[in-house]
């Protein structure tokens, strides 16, 4: 947005009025309307004034320009995790709220090997296969919601955790001043977290030099490279071997037990081990969910107990680089702000809360 | 002197005088978008568990008035006045950080003249800088009733007072404190 002084001496002009009686209506001296008209932007009050005055409306006052403070993907037509038109709003106001913390903070690139350029299915086992090698995990082993938190800041995706105002979205990803950035909702269980933040990281290493808009094909792309990603070849090979001679509910507790050992959910092996054996067919009803509540929720796992040293490491163990911007900008985030950033003010006390930081942050300078 | 409450304020008064927004005496009002934040936010279910007691007592000034050609208009040129980021609060030296509620409380004390009542530091600077509005913190708008005869303050008001230390609301104006004991003959419990 870009004010447009310009257009009070065209108006001014087109209606007969002189700057000088412009200036007395308003109320302010001929040097201030000159000022506005070589570019200054006038205070709200005079803003009104003039708006009045000349007719004419806010838009004709600022000019548009292309907004790139903030860009929500246009996208989303996966199952459960919607975004809709009337949604992008609630959600880009959310991000909004973050918007100064980002402001004078220049970002990162993506690594250039981690680039897409196509969409085959051989690329999406690639760039898993390197997803997977940036955290460091063993060939055979499922990734689990700690590890994909690894990721996130291995790609320099700043996680930042809230209560979302739309339900079932678990996380989204946006960018802010050329930040990445995922919001991710508290009410989410880690189980539930995992897949869509791994579609979400695919989403901003193919987005990373401009917000694209996405559709179904991508969103479809994102879903094999997010899959590919938390479960190797290998792990989903060596379930099926062990139960596909078996009956289905000795199946489904062979595949309780595997995601408990393993913190996933039983549908997304399910679905991997359906597209790689088509015959294969098992339903799993509500084991899911009686899975889920043996893992809390990710807002329970950052407030584990009511002690702000650990609620502040657990913090900055799952986000560290968002952490860092925010010990960085401590001394002028009041309790207030504080508390909504980490939606906490309803159990900690934020005095604490920023003393403490303040303390980790000469901590780090040292 | 009509005031305008935002959900800060509406959260810290309600509960010491529920019939604010019905007796036109006390000059209090608020908008819709005021009402669903208090009804609405998630985070609020737990901070405040009295909130659903109250919400029958939250009457906005309505669609006539909240949405007016006026207040669509001057909600506009906010909202494009913080955008052009060139706009610094002189108190902080930050950018203005106002949520959509918060331009809509700023362009509807804009339009009809309102003072406005908040603890939101942003809000309260934004609203003297760009429009000199008069702002008045929750025990500033309390003291005002009092002086006027409109509320008896009793032990159930100074435990109210007292729940806004515990819920870590924003500190109030020395000035407002000091007139508080005057008036109360009690020693102020609140932040």
């Not at chain 1, 403070?69 to 992008?88: D, G, L, S």
């Not at chain 1, 004078?104 to 051989?122: C, F, Q, V």
């Not at chain 1, 991997?272 to 899911?288: P, T, V």
């Not at chain 2, 950018?95 to 409380?105: A, M």
Request: proline share 3%; with cysteine.
């Amino acid at each position: 947005m870009k004010w447009e002084g310009s257009i009070i001496k065209k108006k001014s002009d087109e209606r007969g009025l002189s700057i000088t009686k412009l200036a007395q209506q308003i109320g302010v001296s001929r040097q201030a309307v000159n000022d506005w008209i070589k570019g200054q932007v006038p205070k709200g009050l005079y803003l009104i004034a003039l708006c009045d005055i000349l007719d004419i409306s806010p838009d004709d006052l600022f000019m548009k320009g292309e907004d790139v403070t903030i860009q929500m993907p246009v996208y989303r037509t996966r199952r459960k995790a919607k975004i809709k038109p009337e949604h992008e709003v609630q959600l880009a106001e959310l991000a909004n709220e973050y918007k100064n913390l980002f402001r004078d903070k220049s970002a990162s690139t993506i690594h250039p090997t981690l680039k897409i350029s196509n969409r085959s299915p051989e690329t999406a086992k690639i760039i898993a296969c390197k997803l997977r090698k940036a955290v460091e995990i063993s060939s055979d082993k499922p990734m689990d919601y700690e590890e994909v938190f690894r990721l996130l800041e291995n790609l320099d995706i700043h996680a930042i955790f809230r209560d979302f105002p739309v339900s079932r979205l678990y996380a989204f990803y946006t960018r802010i001043f050329e930040h990445r950035v995922v919001f991710v909702d508290l009410k989410t269980n880690v189980l539930d977290l995992i897949f869509p933040l791994l579609h979400e990281s695919v989403h901003v290493i193919r987005n990373d030099s401009k917000m694209l808009i996405v559709d179904d094909e991508e969103e479809k792309f994102c879903d094999i490279v997010a899959s590919y990603t938390q479960f190797p070849e290998t792990y989903i090979e060596q379930i099926y071997e062990m139960i596909v001679d078996l009956d289905p509910p000795n199946q489904i507790n062979i595949l309780k037990q595997f995601s408990q050992t393993n913190h996933h959910a039983i549908c997304g092996i399910i679905k991997r081990i359906k597209d790689n054996h088509s015959e294969f067919d098992l339903s799993y009803g509500g084991a899911d969910t009686n899975l889920k509540k043996n893992f809390p929720k990710i807002g329970e796992v950052l407030s584990k107990t009511d002690d702000v040293r650990q609620f502040l490491q657990n913090y900055q163990s799952l986000s560290p680089i968002f952490f860092d911007i925010l010990l960085d900008k401590v001394e002028n985030l009041t309790q207030r702000k504080l508390g909504e950033i980490f939606c906490i003010e309803s159990y900690l006390d934020m005095v604490s809360v920023r003393d403490e930081m303040l303390q980790m942050k000469k901590l780090r300078a040292k | 002197m009509v005031v305008l409450c935002d959900t800060c304020s509406v959260l810290m008064l309600i509960r010491v005088t529920p019939e604010m927004f019905n007796d036109e005496r006390y000059e209090s009002v608020t908008i819709r978008k005021v009402y669903e934040e208090f009804t609405r936010r998630q985070k609020f279910k737990t901070k405040y568990p009295w909130r659903n007691i109250f919400r029958s007592k939250i009457k906005s000034l309505g669609a006539t008035i909240e949405e007016s050609e006026s207040v669509t208009r001057n909600f506009k040129l906010i909202s494009n006045l913080i955008d052009t980021d060139t706009v610094i609060n002189q108190s902080s030296g930050s950018f203005f950080n106002l949520s959509r509620t918060d331009r809509y409380i700023a362009a509807c004390a804009a339009t009809y003249h309102y003072n406005v009542s908040t603890v939101d530091g942003d809000l309260m600077d934004f609203l003297k800088q760009e429009f000199k509005t008069n702002v008045i913190k929750p025990l500033g708008l309390i003291n005002r009733w009092l002086e006027k005869g409109l509320s008896h303050w009793d032990d159930e008001k100074q435990s109210i007072i007292e729940d806004w230390h515990t819920c870590n609301e924003a500190a109030q104006d020395r000035a407002d404190i000091g007139k508080f004991r005057h008036l109360t003959r009690r020693k102020y419990p609140g932040p």
